[in-house]
Every structure is written in structure tokens, then in C-alpha cells.
């Protein structure tokens, strides 16, 4: 039964892969419900299902089976071309690695999913401007990726999937690559997005950085075995040191 209430709602989903004979069952019967401006962090092993999981829901990947609900919508049934508007229109993605243009600024970088989506060029440049602005970035629009510090970068990322106001962002080891003052810094703008109302599911390997989130999914072998609500750790971002703040104004 569709839970309207749900921004994000999976009905016994499941994922079969095949590799010549062999069957691998990467999702097994997943049913989820996910509010509108919920905060869930994703954890499990290397080959629990969470990449998985975040592929079905980020309309990168089909379920072999079940349903995929996404405001209301049945995802499963769209064709390849109805999905890329969804995930352009609906979706935002942040990923551990950033995907920054290293030979574009960080305005170009944040426009580029407007570009694809024909939006003018003014107001391409203003919508960019503001995302970035969002994220404490806006002394920085013109600097290059190897300009700016990793945490600098990851905030281009995130403004780049806020600039065509997603309804949730699906974020895959934002902090990966990241100290640890830095990933406070993120969970705390990531905080500050879900306090705005927006979605955010992340996948992370780390407990440090679950404890930011109001809601810990755990996987094991295709399957949700925990699915856990509780009081977020406010992400405090402390002071950097000269050194640190001598790397972040490059």
C-alpha cells in the first residue's frame, strides 16, 4: 500500500544480478519508507546491498522485482528518458570522489546540470551564484578544483546538487576523502539541508558519521537488519588551525 506521506518508498524490491550461470542477489524483498526531510545514514559491509540500494533509488538502476516509488511515482515503470528528467528534476547526487570539471571553475562546474537542462544562461549564472553562496562559497566561484581544499571541493559538489532544488540528495561516502574537521563541516551543511526540508540518504562505512544522521539503515547480505531513529549529533565545526586555514584560501 503506497504510504503518501513518503517521499521515497520501496515495496519488496529486489536485484538480481546474473553472471553466466550464477545468481547474485544483490537486494532481497527491501520494502522502505522514507519521509520528506528525513536524514538516514546507509551503513553495512562491502557487499551488503547499499550501493545497490542507493542506485535503485537514485534511478541509476532498475529493481528485478517490487516497486519504486518516488513522490508517488512509480519509478519502475518509466522509460530510460522519463528517468534522466526524474534525476535531474528530483534527484541531486554528491559522491566521495566530488566529479568536479578540473579545467572549469566552480560556477561552471555548479551550472552544468542547468546546461543539460536548457535553462538560459543568466539564469544559469545566478542559480550556480546562489548554490554556492549556500554552501559558504561565494569568495570562491571563480577559482579552479585545484584551487580549492577537499572539503571546498566536496562543497562544490553539493551546491552543483542543490542548483536544480532536488528533493532529496543521495549522497555515496561524502566524507570519504575528507578530514575529520572537514567531515564535520559537511555533516553540518548536510544538517542544515535537512533542517530546509530537504531529503538526505547517505551511504557511509564510518560510525563517526552516522551520528550526525536521525535515522541509521543497516545491510547485510541484500537485506535491511536495522533500521534504527535517533538524536542526531549536531555536527559543531571548530576552528582550523593557521596551517589549515592557509590550505583552505588557496
Known amino acids: 500500500m503506497s504510504d503518501e506521506s513518503a517521499l521515497?518508498?520501496?515495496?519488496?524490491?529486489?536485484?538480481?544480478?546474473?553472471?553466466?550461470?550464477?545468481?547474485?542477489?544483490?537486494?532481497?524483498?527491501?520494502?522502505?519508507?522514507?519521509?520528506?526531510?528525513?536524514?538516514?545514514?546507509?551503513?553495512?559491509?562491502?557487499?551488503s546491498g547499499k550501493s545497490t540500494l542507493m542506485n535503485i533509488m537514485g534511478c541509476l538502476d532498475r529493481p528485478t522485482s517490487g516497486h519504486y516509488l518516488l513522490a508517488g511515482r512509480d519509478i519502475s515503470a518509466l522509460g530510460s528518458g522519463e528517468l534522466a528528467?526524474?534525476?535531474?528534476?528530483?534527484?541531486?547526487?554528491?559522491?566521495?570522489?566530488?566529479n568536479l570539471l578540473a579545467r572549469t571553475s566552480a560556477l561552471e562546474n555548479v551550472e552544468l546540470p542547468l546546461l543539460y537542462a536548457s535553462v538560459s544562461a543568466r539564469a544559469r549564472h545566478s542559480r550556480a551564484t546562489e548554490a554556492l553562496q549556500r554552501v559558504g562559497l561565494g569568495d570562491r566561484l571563480h577559482h579552479h578544483p585545484n584551487q580549492m581544499s577537499g572539503g571546498q571541493q566536496q562543497r562544490?559538489?553539493?551546491?552543483?546538487?542543490?542548483?536544480?532544488?532536488?528533493?532529496?540528495?543521495?549522497?555515496?561516502?561524502?566524507?570519504?576523502?575528507?578530514?575529520s574537521r572537514t567531515s564535520v563541516e559537511i555533516m553540518s551543511l548536510f544538517q542544515e539541508l535537512g533542517?530546509?526540508?530537504?531529503?538526505?540518504?547517505?551511504?557511509?562505512?564510518e560510525p563517526d558519521i552516522a551520528q550526525f544522521a536521525s535515522r541509521v539503515l543497516?545491510?547485510?547480505?541484500?537485506?535491511?537488519?536495522?533500521?534504527?531513529?535517533?538524536?542526531?549529533?549536531?555536527?559543531?565545526?571548530?576552528?582550523?588551525?593557521?596551517?589549515?586555514?592557509e590550505g583552505e584560501g588557496q
Not at 87 to 93: A, K, P, Q, V, Y
Not at 173 to 178: K, S
Not at 195 to 205: M, Y
Request: hydrophobic letters at 45%; glycine letters at 6%.
Open 195 to 205: 533542517r530546509s526540508g530537504i531529503t538526505v540518504a547517505l551511504v557511509t562505512h
Open 85 to 98: 528528467e526524474v534525476r535531474n528534476r528530483t534527484l541531486g547526487f554528491v559522491f566521495q570522489n566530488f
Open 156 to 179: 562544490v559538489a553539493i551546491a552543483r546538487a542543490l542548483v536544480t532544488s532536488p528533493q532529496i540528495i543521495l549522497a555515496d561516502e561524502p566524507t570519504g576523502n575528507l578530514d
Open 218 to 245: 543497516v545491510m547485510r547480505d541484500g537485506r535491511i537488519v536495522a533500521d534504527q531513529r535517533q538524536t542526531p549529533r549536531e555536527a559543531i565545526v571548530t576552528a582550523a588551525s593557521p596551517e589549515e586555514e
Open 8 to 47: 521515497v518508498q520501496l515495496e519488496k524490491v529486489s536485484k538480481v544480478y546474473r553472471m553466466g550461470d550464477v545468481e547474485v542477489h544483490a537486494l532481497r524483498h527491501i520494502s522502505l519508507s522514507i519521509p520528506r526531510g528525513d536524514f538516514l545514514a546507509i551503513m553495512g559491509a562491502s557487499g
